[in-house]
């Protein structure tokens, strides 16, 4: 159902995995909104909107990707589940928003300054919040100067400049009045202007921030008297690989939020005459990312004295390892990249696997899918690991202590497979990240800590 602080008409809020239905739009707007659902893209071959039928009439189901949906005349927010269990309705609007915000900040290490960080997470809105940041501290470098480099031109002029391209001018004895010339020109015509360009103008179609539009009309009008072309597109992958040289780390924190708005192709995603603009994460991937980094910056707090020293392996780095090998060609197949492992004197004493999926008490193995389990136990197979955990968002009903296996003796290398949980439903604003620390010290400390 929408959230009570929906006030605008078109307008939706919804928490993940909840469905909005259509009966208030009439039927060539149902047929707007269906079809730019139907353009979305899906990242990974997954649907981020999926469509549904209730009571014989079609609606729409978020799923675990979270974010902002312009979909024709429906704006539709989805927010993760991340708030205090207690909080009213409105109260858990905001705590998921402001998590949200938080979340994205820590992953992306975004260079806020604190009373930035302050003043917008007492907002409401984490997409207006992250184009105000966007905006201002573009505005404020455009104003020192957009980033201009020496391109190498070639045109065709009645005069020299630069270099004459020698063989062309010969080749044309009936344009022996223009010269075929190159020569460097210094232009704002580069990448990451080109980029800025992009994502100013695709916000423009998203921000419902008087402030925020007023922002990027000035950016955009700035930008094309500088002569920045405005594409139509932009390579995802092209993009989250600019880098900055050390004259214009000035541009650190837009550069930053232009990747951020981007990836997924997000603000990339429109087809023909049929707009989806969209701005959403996978929730997979964010909660992953999240505990990833906080374990890499509270290590002392979490691991165990026995593990103090031990590496911490992200994502298989260096450590990939083949599920079977093809014996016709010795190659591995099904390569195993565990979110987390550690790594000590040649050994693999844990292995942690992060899942963004809720427990459901009352249900076989409190929801613990059979493939997840499968999957711990080719970790320690493999692996020859002791030890392999799953961490879940936590649910209060849930009991971890009832999910704890191991391996039978005859069931290959001996290992013990378990469950545990860290803590998502508080204000990580005012709260800061130790409830998720203390579920990690649990999840490393075999739920003794």
């Not at 729409?60 to 005349?73: E, H, W």
């Not at 080109?194 to 695709?202: D, K, M, P, S």
């Amino acid at each position: 159902m929408p959230l009570a602080a929906d006030t605008l008409l078109g307008q939706r809020t919804v928490f993940e995995y909840s469905t909005v239905e259509l009966g208030m739009w009439s039927a060539a707007e149902q047929k707007e909104i269906l079809g730019a659902v139907e353009h979305l893209s899906r990242p990974g071959g997954q649907e981020a909107i999926k469509l549904v039928v209730q009571a014989g009439q079609v609606a729409l189901q978020a799923t675990q990707f979270v974010g902002l949906f312009q979909l024709g005349p429906l704006r539709l927010q989805v927010l993760p589940k991340m708030h205090r269990q207690t909080a009213s309705t409105g109260e858990a609007q905001q705590q998921a928003m402001q998590n949200l915000f938080f979340m994205l900040r820590y992953v992306l290490d975004l260079p806020i300054h604190t009373a930035q960080a302050t003043q917008l997470e007492v907002g409401t809105d984490w997409f207006e919040a992250l184009t105000t940041l966007f905006t201002e501290s573009l505005l404020a470098e455009w104003q020192r100067g957009p980033v201009r480099r020496y391109e190498s031109v070639q045109d065709d002029l009645t005069t020299i400049r630069g270099r004459l391209r020698v063989q062309d001018h010969l080749r044309r004895p009936a344009l022996q009045h223009l010269l075929p010339v190159e020569f460097d020109e210094f232009t704002t015509d580069t990448r990451l202007n080109r980029l800025f360009r992009f994502v100013v103008a695709r916000l423009v179609g998203l921000s419902r921030s008087t402030r925020n539009l007023d922002n990027l009309r000035t950016l955009a009008a700035w930008m094309d008297e500088d002569g920045v072309p405005l594409l139509a597109a932009v390579d995802v992958a092209e993009v989250l690989r600019l880098r900055l040289d050390r004259l214009h780390t000035r541009y650190e924190l837009p550069l930053a939020l232009a990747q951020l708005f981007v990836q997924d192709a997000g603000l990339n995603a429109h087809t023909g005459e049929q707009q989806a603009q969209s701005l959403f994460f996978d929730m997979n991937t964010l909660f992953e990312a999240f505990l990833t980094d906080v374990l890499l910056q509270h290590r002392d707090e979490i691991l165990p004295d026995a593990l103090r020293s031990a590496r911490i392996v992200v994502q298989g780095e260096g450590h990939s390892r083949a599920l079977l090998i093809r014996k016709s060609t010795g190659k591995g197949t099904l390569h195993m990249k565990p979110d987390v492992l550690l790594s000590l004197s040649g050994q693999v004493p844990v292995i942690v696997d992060f899942k963004y999926k809720l427990l459901k008490p009352g249900e076989a193995r409190a929801g613990v899918a059979r493939e997840d389990l499968y999957q711990m136990f080719a970790y320690a197979q493999r692996y020859n690991c002791p030890e392999v955990v799953l961490v879940y968002p936590s649910v209060p009903q849930v009991d971890t202590s009832t999910l704890r296996y191991r391996v039978p003796d005859d069931g290959g290398t001996s290992a013990q497979l378990r469950a545990a949980m860290v803590n998502l439903h508080h204000d990580f604003s005012l709260e800061g990240v130790q409830s998720v620390v203390a579920g990690l010290r649990q999840a490393f400390h075999g739920g003794q800590a």
